[in-house]
């Protein structure tokens, strides 16, 4: 199993310009995940998905948009990249059974490294 | 005020030492803890969850004080391979959905 895959690695934007982060597991995990991670700041939930044709706006979720493209599937779109949005982007997945924890079994994604000019 | 604080160190440490850190968090209702670790530039892994008894595994130990809003991670012998930054994780009561990371303490063990 790969576990929860990501693409691009990274990227580099001007602002103003659109792009999609693509997210993927093959764990059949129900609940996946968008996070974003700054120096000194942690990572913060942008969007985060319960189940399969729900979506949810966490902590950060301006200038993003989500689609949960099936259970596998989880995708991230920047419509207008801003500078602000310089960031290290993950993605994750957990199996988040009914009276489960999210923690304990939330993966997480490579990452991917993000860079708007 | 930060949900979740951390000291972000770095705590440089020299082989076999026992080093520990210290996590508060702001909501007296928070429901669950893990410490998850953090390799540079790799994503983060989940090392242990806490209890309120407090567990161990291995070399770790983690501890929960709820009375002082804190939780604890305690490394004992110290390897080189420990050298990474650990986050502190807080699930909040009114969503087992989202995780509340703390920003990270950094440890350097030093042969």
Known sequence: ?117 | RKEVEQDPGPFNVPEGATVAFNCTYSNSASQSFFWYRQDCRKEPKLLMSVYSSGNEDGRFTAQLNRASQYISLLIRDSKLSDSATYLCVVIPMDSSYKLIFGSGTRLLVRP
């Open chain 1, 1 to 117: 199993n790969a576990g929860v895959t990501q693409t691009p690695k990274f990227q580099v934007l001007k602002t103003g310009q659109s792009m999609t982060l693509q997210c993927a597991q093959d764990m059949n995990h129900n609940s996946m995940y968008w996070y974003r991670q700054d120096p000194g700041m942690g990572l913060r939930l942008i969007y985060y998905s319960a189940s399969e044709g729900t979506t949810d706006k966490g902590e950060v979720p301006n200038g993003y948009n989500v689609s949960r493209l099936n259970k596998r599937e989880f995708s991230l779109r920047l419509e207008s990249a801003a500078p602000s949005q310089t960031s290290v982007y993950f993605c994750a997945s957990s199996v988040q059974l009914p009276g489960q924890g999210a923690g304990e079994t939330q993966y997480f994604g490579p990452g991917t490294r993000l860079l708007v000019l």
